[in-house]
């Protein structure tokens, strides 16, 4: 950190409070890191994004680009769209956004619990739009694939939280058909229909199945330790 450096942080407002950009850079050296990936950037806001992360010192910084339920895909594939228009829309997307790569947050799901749905398997419906989970899901897999992004698509599976959401992240596995792709904060649906209250870890079988996928990676995700508040991309 060079003293220039240094002064110009201290002309911001708000340069020394907690949580601010300066720390968080800061904090993460501590910990050893040399690189933070924002898993989740709205297209719409990445200029906002770009100018939080450029504040923070020290580290590199990226951001993966939400595609997955916003109208304008959905639309593209309820009217018959061609992967290579599909391919289109996600380079854009990647190269206006200026992101590392993609991220799928329960494909469809957010217009799916606009209209009340609680559980959202890979094979249901989008709601209004005809189109199956699975669908959106492989359409931008298979378009990470053909464009050459480095970065595997970066998924997170239908019915985070839900007991028996194991099958779900099972049947998001076999869905990548042998394409690279990256399953995140499994922790969350790893878990089974067991027992007395009919909630259980299933982390046995999660194994299992990703053991069976050479092309699956996936992260165990962030265990934060007391109370927290957690919001999740698919609500947006």
Known sequence: Q?????QRQENLPF?????????TGYRYTEMGYSMVVEPAMLPVNAPQVHREM???????????AILGSDDLLVSMLRSGASQDQINDYVSWTINTTQALGLKVINAGGSQAFKAGVEQFGLDDEVPVYGISSRR???SLQTAVHQLGIPHPVHVHCNNLGVPGNVQTAIATMEAAQGLPMHLAHVQFYGYGAEGNRG??????????AFNRHPNITMDVGQVL????????????
């Open 199 to 208: 909630f259980s870890s299933a982390a046995a079988q999660l194994m299992e």
């Open 54 to 64: 450029a504040d923070i010192p020290i580290i590199d910084t990226a951001a993966l």
């Open 136 to 138: 959106l899901l492989t």
């Open 2 to 6: 060079h003293r220039n450096h240094l």
């Open 225 to 236: 330790f007391g109370q927290t508040v957690t919001m999740s991309g698919d609500i947006i």
């Open 15 to 23: 340069y020394n409070a907690r949580w601010s950009s300066f720390e």
